[in-house]
Every structure is written in structure tokens, then in C-alpha cells.
């Protein structure tokens, strides 16, 4: 469990679970929390107080204002923000003194938690397997794979010259066929 946030309405049994993102919120528990937040209360932290704990500025803050639900808005800003997280937000709202907030709601986040959980696991099964690096094609062995001049034993002499033949055996029987009205496809190597 994370610290400082209180054990009733089972907030987030576990440490994975305090590091998800803010996205694993869905829009009912949103919605919910916008109830609690968004009533201007004196005795009670509102929206504003927590935007201010949330590191928001005063601009950003009266920015905010002008929304009709301004708590939705908060979430949607803060979460592209580092350090966002359900554990953070919890640990705001243990701070705050919302503790009607996560008694009510901390069933609901656990769920959403778990079903956010289960939908990652479940997206990284179907993956294919693949390495997550890019790298170039070639070989990583000694051994270049296949005959080298070295292989030949005339060397790089007799290698040049049988490449050279098979090249001008391949262009005179083209240029033959073709005289004849007839067509032999040959690759013929640049080297």
C-alpha cells in the first residue's frame, strides 16, 4: 500500500498499482470525483486546491475556471504531466484530507486498476515476438557466409576471370536469341 494513503475503501493494495497512469482511470470514476471536487466547499479541498497540489500555476488555475466541469479538465492536463499517476493522485488526496473522497471511490479505482492491468497483460500476450532494437542486416558471424576469393585456388585472379567469362558467355548467347526473335533472361552481376 502506498504512504499516506488511508487503508479504508481499499485505495490501492498494491505498489504496481500506485505507478499506473492516470489513464487507467475510466470516465466513471472521473465523473465521480468531479462530483466530490468540483462543489466549492469552505471545510473541504476542492479542484483548486488540488491543481494547486498538483503543482498548477495560478493562470493555469483560472484557466481552468472557465470549464464546466473543471476537475475533468485538471485530470486531462495533469496526466500529461511527469510524475502522474493514480498513486500520486491518491496521495493528494490522503494529504488534502479527502478521505470521504477515497472511501467512496477506492473500490471503483482498485476495479478500473485491475481491469487496466489485465488489459496490458493481455495487449502484450498478443504482441508478436520481436526485438524491440533496430538494427542493420547484416550477419552478425565471422564468416561471411559463402565462397570468397580465398576459397578459390587460383585467388582473386581466377575469381576476377571466371566472373568475367560467365558474364560474356551470358551476353553472347543473349545477343544470339535475340537475333533469332527469342529471349533468354540472364542477371547479369556488376562485379
Known amino acids: 500500500m502506498t504512504e499516506g494513503v488511508p487503508s479504508a475503501g481499499s485505495a490501492l493494495p498494491t505498489p504496481a ?10 470516465v466513471r470514476v472521473r465523473r465521480r470525483l468531479s462530483l466530490f471536487l468540483n462543489v466549492r466547499a469552505p471545510v473541504a479541498a476542492d479542484w483548486t486546491v488540488l ?9 493555469e488555475i483560472q484557466q481552468l475556471e472557465k470549464y464546466a466541469d473543471p476537475t475533468s479538465r485538471l485530470l486531462d492536463d495533469w496526466q500529461r504531466r511527469p510524475g502522474a499517476s493514480v498513486g500520486r493522485l491518491l496521495e ?21 486498476c485491475q481491469k487496466y492491468i489485465l488489459k496490458q497483460q ?3 500476450s498478443e504482441k ?19 565462397i570468397t576469393i580465398r576459397d578459390d585456388p587460383l585467388g582473386a585472379v581466377g575469381w576476377w576471370w571466371l566472373s568475367l567469362t560467365n558474364t560474356c558467355k ?12 527469342a529471349s533468354l533472361q540472364v542477371p547479369i552481376r556488376s562485379d
Open 122 to 124: 493481455q495487449e502484450a
Open 128 to 146: 508478436p515476438l520481436q526485438v524491440d532494437s533496430i538494427d542493420s542486416s547484416i550477419p552478425r558471424i565471422n564468416d561471411m557466409a559463402g
Open 17 to 26: 498499482m500506485s505507478s499506473l497512469p492516470l489513464a487507467a482511470l475510466n
Open 51 to 59: 491543481a494547486e497540489a498538483m503543482d498548477f500555476e495560478y493562470l
Open 92 to 112: 493528494l488526496l490522503a494529504k488534502l484530507g479527502r478521505e470521504d473522497v477515497l472511501m467512496e471511490l477506492g473500490p471503483s479505482i482498485e476495479e478500473d
Open 170 to 181: 551470358a551476353r553472347n548467347v543473349t545477343s544470339r536469341l535475340s537475333l533469332r526473335s
